[in-house]
């Protein structure tokens, strides 16, 4: 990995993702952010930690850090940055990577280390809550180690200051947080005139689960299933960053044919999603047929998932040293078969979908996310390459078996909703194509191996690209086989904010469409 220029001492991790570690001072933080940046690198995560313990403060240490992964094609720089336990503070990033800001928001809520602006800052950190919505009082942290868990608190009022849009003829419309049917819940804030989007302001956190703190309190066996849980339509991906992470810090290598699976696998749940929200996509332009057709192939795979490993969505498949589910020749030529049965009917309902004058008028043209905000956002996943940015951590870094899968990634340069639907498209026709590779290639042999028990102390990092975007877990072991710590982070972190981008400019009906082309999370993990 390069990140060539950093005046501190690295540290190469163990594992399939080429990861450095480093521990620095807060005076190094920015120009650590700045080369970064300039070297093309961008803020795949930030969270903290508290460093502290029972036998009382490490002086190495501090009473707590700020933890940031640094992310850029050749792979990633995990910084622990010292904080003073008395005063947790550190320069604000967002001027240098704007997907900082609720980050920093949550960091703040979880555990009291704040973000403040520099003297030369164009504009204040952000000092509003983001997790907190008044259940736990403001001197509070639930993430440090003196924090009792299961502790409940009186609900406080919650007057949220959302930012006010004025001016002749402008007046909000507030959605949410409960709304109809059955979708998480989420508040959205609209300053408009007439039915032209001004400003979007989105306000989430209302599905916080307590993940972290959880993991805090399980063995680092016990955390492999509650990663398989964090996210129900990501399950592979998160629990394969887990069994990565967790390999890594006991350098160990799961067989080649539980790699193979997790990729069969991983692929699968692609597909599962792309379907699903294909059909949904065009329900909400008024094509109820796509919904019919589309749901009932995503039917047909979650029905042969339940075959291949006993659950519907492949929750618990994939675990620390392989996979605990196999699939003999006859089963691999059933997914082989369905494999093909979808591309013929693919290329029918994209024609569909292509030729349909009403829903083509509803697509083009509407949620725009440019390249350069996509870029500035550091957007990830599908909805980053449908406006031109190519990340894609099944190319780089690649771990197996990607690596030997030559993955063509997909990318438009519309950004609209169009584009978001036709990058869904190629990527099922690609994972479809995988997927064939993988029956090819696959060859007999173990999917398991037991895993030496970590050292205490000892890091982890897992990096899997999920149907939405690269899913990470950083984990650091603690003794006798527990976790010190877990973080968790999502691809929604960083893809929410572009969508307050892509509405603007679109009329209020829209914003269902656009919100359905990026599908993002509302809780994974604890948006």
């Known amino acids: 990995m390069s990140f060539e220029g950093m005046q501190f001492a690295m540290s190469p991790l163990p594992g399939a993702v080429p990861v450095r570690h480093a521990r620095i001072d807060a005076a190094q933080l920015v120009p650590t952010c700045v080369l970064a940046a300039e070297q093309g690198g961008r803020l795949a995560s930030l969270w903290g930690t508290d460093e502290r313990s029972k036998s009382g403060h490490d002086p190495a240490r501090g009473g707590f850090a700020l933890q940031l992964l640094l992310a850029n094609t050749d792979g990633a720089l995990w910084l622990s940055v010292n904080l003073d336990g008395a005063r947790p503070d550190y320069p604000d990033l967002s001027e240098i990577f704007p997907c900082a800001i609720r980050q920093q928001r949550a960091t703040a809520d979880l555990l009291g280390i704040r973000a403040l602006a520099s003297p030369h800052a164009h504009h204040a950190a952000d000092p509003r809550p983001w997790l907190r919505h008044a259940s736990w009082p403001a001197d509070v942290f639930p993430l440090r180690r003196d924090f009792p868990a299961g502790q409940s608190f009186p609900t406080g009022s919650d007057n949220y200051a959302f930012v006010p849009v004025d001016g002749e003829g402008v007046h909000e419309i507030p959605v949410g947080p409960v709304h109809a049917g059955i979708i998480e819940p989420g508040h959205f804030r609209f300053s408009v005139v007439g039915e032209k989007v001004l400003r979007l302001e989105e306000r989430l956190g209302y599905t916080h689960k307590g993940i972290a703190k959880r993991f805090s309190q399980l063995t680092l066996t016990g ?15 998160y629990a394969w960053a887990y069994a990565m992470a967790l390999e890594a810090m006991t350098g160990s290598t799961p067989p080649a044919r539980a790699l193979w699976l997790r990729a069969l696998f991983l692929e699968r749940e692609r597909i599962a999603n792309h379907l699903g929200d294909l059909g949904a996509l065009g329900n909400d332009g008024g094509l109820a047929f796509g919904l019919a057709q589309f749901m009932r192939l995503k039917e047909d795979v979650l029905r042969l998932n339940a075959r291949i490993t006993g659950h519907r969505y492949l929750m618990d498949a994939v675990i620390p040293g392989g996979v605990a589910a196999d699939a003999d020749r006859a089963m691999l030529e059933s997914v082989g078969r369905q494999c093909d049965a979808i591309e013929r009917e693919l290329r029918v309902l994209k024609e569909v979908y292509d030729e349909h004058s009403g829903l083509q008028d509803r697509f083009m043209n509407c949620g725009c996310l440019t390249a350069e905000t996509a870029r500035r956002l550091g957007v990830i996943g599908f909805a980053a390459r449908a406006s031109g940015q190519a990340w894609d951590a099944r190319v780089r870094p690649g771990t197996a078996p990607y690596d030997q899968l030559n993955v ?24 479809l194509r995988l997927i064939r590779s993988i029956i090819e290639r696959i060859a007999p042999g173990r999917i398991i191996q037991e895993l030496p028990q970590a050292a205490a102390g000892s890091l982890g990092v897992g990096w899997v690209e999920g149907w939405r ?59």
């Open 408 to 431: 063509r990634p997909v990318t438009q340069t519309g950004g609209d909703v169009a584009a978001r639907v036709a990058v869904r498209f190629d990527e099922l026709t690609e994972s």
């Open 469 to 527: 975007g690269e899913v990470l877990i950083a984990l650091e072991a603690g003794g006798d086989g527990s976790i010190r710590s877990c973080h968790a982070h999502d691809p929604s972190w960083q893809n929410w904010p572009a969508l307050e981008f892509a509405v603007i400019g679109n009329i209020v009906p829209d914003f269902p469409l656009i919100n359905k082309s990026f599908n993002l999370s509302y809780s994974g993990p604890d948006l």
């Open 223 to 237: 955390g492999a299933k509650l990663a398989g849980r964090i996210s129900g339509d990501s399950t592979v991906a």
